[in-house]
């Protein structure tokens, strides 16, 4: 009886899912080899693979912790300005620069959760939605350092990848590809194991968490503070791809710290493949709707953006893999 | 008997009232303690200080001598001390196991809390819903299940806020042997109910509230004949028939 | 001296605006608990009706600015009515995202309507002013604070004494409550919701004499508005236009001191410091 109630949950996957797993990998490893690796498919899927990582990074905290941050432009820019100024500076690899961002990030974290950490829902967007704004005008000011509005390019070497730069597109695939697994794992374990649960109980009743002994602050911070750095890894990730970068773009709300929420939304909150299945469909539309319609009609793609936003929420707040389910299931039902 | 628990001045207002005041006890290790009172008298807030989530307005409080008044739940958590909700606050999407188990992760790893966890839920006889949703239980499922939750985090004190309220006579005597059993492990408890039969029959001296004051303090027999208790009660007890569910 | 004093009744002057525009802002959440994200884009709404109003008609914006009110009013109402209604229930993240969508739609759809253009109306006040010792008073900065300070005026009588205005409060003080007396809590909604964008829409109006208009204006006002409303407190109308008075003053002095850039800087870290330090707000306990 012990046994039958002890069968642990999440610690093991299901071996069907395994499979699928396994599979879904393997397509992402071949798909590359198919594609030009100078083309603009193989960028719009690095770009999806980058989004699905930062998504996913935020979904430690917007999904686990319910801590809504509409501020994690701030955590991605530094990532991103820390690496690309230690190289430009002092000709640092771009990997040390990232530990740095890491660390900056880390930092910039706990100094915001100290004082806000009591903050809920409202409140604590509100802060971090500050936050943001705070680094992107910092960036936009401090001229000396950051290039100011002009924005930054990272210094052209030749491929190699202790320099982390390259030619073609396909190597930074693969990195963002790693970087996905790597965050997505991280994400598993931390749902999986003590600290998920902690937080999963503070989300629920953080009374009652706390009076069976749950330390709030310390679990929220943990959080945080991995989601942060994360986040600041991948800015030095988006930086190395892109070249160039400006504080309005890197620091922005729209373009940075909404559409991290809005990948983990749209794909469902919390759940481990949510931010994969909602970058996969936000960043093609977004790529599509731009290359579309941007010259035509200034403002349409954006505004498309948010009636998607809305749409999700009044329809299917869950997000698209409690859509996908319930389909599957109707679809089933109707086999029988 | 050595004090496990003692309790001094301990004081609360909200704005203009005093929800609890001036209130000193001792509680001996291995006790069942009663505590009675009329609705509103603060049987709640007192536990809530107790347990820290209520800051006491003044007061000390003393577990195995030190001081934890002020501190934050989970730290009077570790320290031994923790309780469960008049108004059941189960984490309601998680598993009756992930909510009994949240409990153990206080001293121990997932793996040992779900250990313990299978182990109490089978001791409180809720085995058989282990993987139901918390919040798709009957209430006197939930009431089990915050008990059993709290038991999780190995309390040396263990207040329990009306847990009995709902259920039926059979049920609320597999609860009193229940209790009878958790206190012959040496757990020290302090009981708040409305079931007179239930606070009589369980505990060995009761602390009786009202409007925030201690106004009696004896054994069961004692506390029902005092006149300060009858006069707090007046009333209270024709509605002790029907109107407690 | 006369450099902080003029840099006082400017602060002052702008800061009544501030109190106006955010007023709605807090009497949307006051009343039903949702926090606003696109609320700013209602100004930015309330700047093109009464631009158009003026090019089309020939209304001064500050007539125009009742034409906006009530445009934008009707506007709110069927907002609330169709996207607002159906998540006052629902969790915070789909609250907070379902506005953030709305500011992206409103935003972008100016621009598609509009253009990115800039406009400016011109009256014959625009470069006035009045000189009261070493003081300079722009006179359509003057204007507006006193458009705003009457519209203030108006909309505490209303929440006061009006029987809307009681039954809204009642709302939001307890909406169960309110219900059993017999309150149409869903229609005060509404009336909260189409007011409190109308509101901020009109301070839009009585800007127009001074500032120019493009779809990105709101923007600029975002944090802004919130550092407001926090200051005097999330949900206290009262506190809104203390919290704009300060707002304004804090802005006018940082400008003396700090480079043109870092101007904003000191509005956010403000905000950041009043939300961890007092999140219920400067003035708790003197409630709207
Ligand atoms: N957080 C709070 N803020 C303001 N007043 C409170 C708060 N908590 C309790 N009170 C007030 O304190 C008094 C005591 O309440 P409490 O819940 O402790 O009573 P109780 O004895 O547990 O009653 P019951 O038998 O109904 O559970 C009541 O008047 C209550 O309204
Ligand atoms: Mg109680």
């Not at chain 1, 910092?138 to 030619?167: H, K, R, Y």
């Not at chain 1, 890894?233 to 309005?248: N, R």
């Not at chain 1, 505004?303 to 859509?323: Q, S």
């Amino acid at each position: 009886m012990t046994e039958a109630v002890a069968s642990p949950r999440a610690a093991a996957l299901r071996p069907g899912r395994a499979v699928l797993i396994a599979a879904v990998l393997a397509v992402a490893l071949a798909v590359p080899l198919g594609l030009d690796p100078q083309g603009y498919p193989i960028r719009v899927l690095t770009l999806t693979l980058l989004f699905a990582a930062m998504g996913q990074a935020w979904n430690i905290v917007g999904g686990l912790a319910n801590q809504i941050s509409l501020g994690h432009a701030g955590f991605f820019g530094i990532g991103a300005y820390a690496s690309t100024i230690l190289l430009r500076d002092f000709g640092l690899s771009p990997w040390l620069g990232m530990l740095a961002g890491m660390a900056l990030a880390a930092l910039a974290a706990a100094a915001l959760a100290v004082p806000t950490f009591r903050l809920k829902g409202h409140y604590f967007a509100l802060v971090t939605l500050a936050f943001g704004e705070v680094m992107r005008v910092i960036a936009n000011s401090w001229s000396s350092v950051t290039g100011g509005p002009v924005g930054l390019s990272v210094p052209f070497a030749p491929d190699s990848l202790w320099m982390f730069q390259f030619g073609a597109a396909r190597p930074y695939y693969y990195i963002c590809l790693g970087a996905l697994v790597a965050v997505t794992l991280v994400f598993w374990r931390i749902k999986a194991g003590a600290l998920g649960y902690r937080l999963r109980a503070i989300k629920e009743n953080a009374d009652a968490a706390e009076v069976i002994g749950v330390d709030t602050f310390r679990a929220k911070l943990q959080a945080g503070l991995i989601s942060a750095t994360l986040t600041a890894g991948l800015g030095t990730v988006y930086a190395q791809f892109s070249y160039f970068f400006d504080p309005d773009t890197i620091f922005g709300v729209a373009t940075i710290s909404v559409r991290m929420a809005l990948i983990a939304i749209v794909g469902g909150v919390g759940l481990t493949f949510g931010p994969i299945v909602g970058a996969f469909f936000i960043i093609p539309v977004e790529e599509f709707a731009n290359a579309a319609l941007a010259g035509r009609a200034a403002g349409l793609s954006a505004f498309v953006y948010g009636a998607v936003l809305i749409a999700v929420i009044l329809l299917k707040p869950e997000g698209l893999l409690a859509l996908f389910a319930a389909l599957g299931k109707r679809w089933r039902e109707r086999r029988r | 008997m050595s004090a496990i628990l003692s309790v001094r001045n301990l004081t609360r207002r909200f704005g203009g009232l005093t929800a609890v005041n001036n209130v000193s006890f001792d509680l001996s290790r291995g006790e069942v303690l009663g505590l009675i009172g009329p609705n509103g008298a603060g049987k709640t807030t007192l536990f809530n200080l107790l347990v820290g989530i209520h800051k006491p307005t003044a007061g000390s409080i003393r577990l195995d001598g030190r001081e934890i008044a002020g501190l934050a739940p989970n730290r009077v958590a570790r320290a031994g001390m923790t309780k469960t909700f008049q108004n059941v606050a189960l984490f309601q999407e998680s598993t009756v196991l992930d909510n009994v188990l949240t409990g153990g992760l206080l001293h121990e790893d997932v793996a040992g809390a779900r250990a313990r966890a299978a182990a109490i839920l089978d001791r409180v006889g809720l085995a058989g819903i282990a993987h139901k949703l918390a919040g798709d239980l009957s209430f006197p499922e939930r009431a089990r299940v915050e008990v059993a939750r709290a038991l999780c985090t190995r309390p040396a004190i263990l207040l329990l806020d009306e847990v009995m309220a709902a259920l039926t006579p059979v049920e609320m005597e597999a609860f009193l042997a229940l209790v009878r059993t958790l206190r012959a492990d040496g757990l020290t408890l302090i009981v708040v109910e409305h079931h007179m039969h239930a606070i009589m029959t369980l505990c060995d001296r009761i602390l009786v509230l009202n409007f925030g004051g201690l106004i009696a303090e004896g054994t069961p027999r004692e506390v029902a004949h005092h006149p300060a208790v009858i006069e707090a009660y007046l009333g209270k007890a024709y509605a002790e028939g029907g109107a407690d569910a | 001296m006369l450099q902080w004093l003029q840099a006082l009744v400017d602060g002052v002057l702008v800061g009544g605006v501030y109190a106006i525009v955010s007023s709605g802002l807090s009497l949307v959440f006051g009343i039903m608990g949702v926090v606003n994200f696109a609320h700013a884009e209602f100004l930015m709404v309330g700047m093109f009706v009464a631009w158009f109003a003026w090019a089309y008609l020939g209304i001064d914006p500050l007539l125009g600015s009742l034409i906006a009110l009530v445009v934008v009013f009707l506007f709110g109402a069927g907002i609330q009515r169709t996207l607002i209604r159906p998540i006052l229930k629902a969790p915070q993240v789909a609250q907070i995202f379902l506005t953030v969508g709305l500011l992206f739609c409103l935003e972008n759809g100016a621009l598609l309507l509009f253009g990115a253009n800039y406009r400016s109306v011109s009256t014959p006040y625009q470069t006035e002013s009045l000189r009261l010792g070493g003081i300079i008073v722009s006179l359509p900065y003057l204007l507006a604070f006193l458009m705003s300070g009457l519209s203030g005026g108006l909309l505490w009588a209303f929440l006061r004494f009006s029987r809307t205005g009681r039954a809204m409060r009642a709302t939001a003080l307890d909406p169960m409550a309110a219900k059993l007396v017999g309150i149409d809590t869903d229609r005060m909604h509404q009336i909260a919701f189409g007011l409190g964008v109308g509101l901020t829409a009109f301070g839009g109006a009585v800007i127009l004499p001074y500032l120019t208009v493009y779809p990105a204006v709101g923007a600029q006002y975002v944090v802004l508005m919130f550092t407001v409303v926090v200051l005097g407190g999330l949900g206290s109308v009262a506190g809104a236009a203390v919290g704009g008075i300060a707002v304004g003053v804090i802005q006018a002095f940082s400008a003396l001191v700090f480079p043109v850039q870092l101007q904003n800087l000191v509005l956010f870290l403000v905000f950041i410091a009043v939300l961890a330090l007092r999140p219920q707000g400067l003035l708790k306990g003197a409630s709207a």
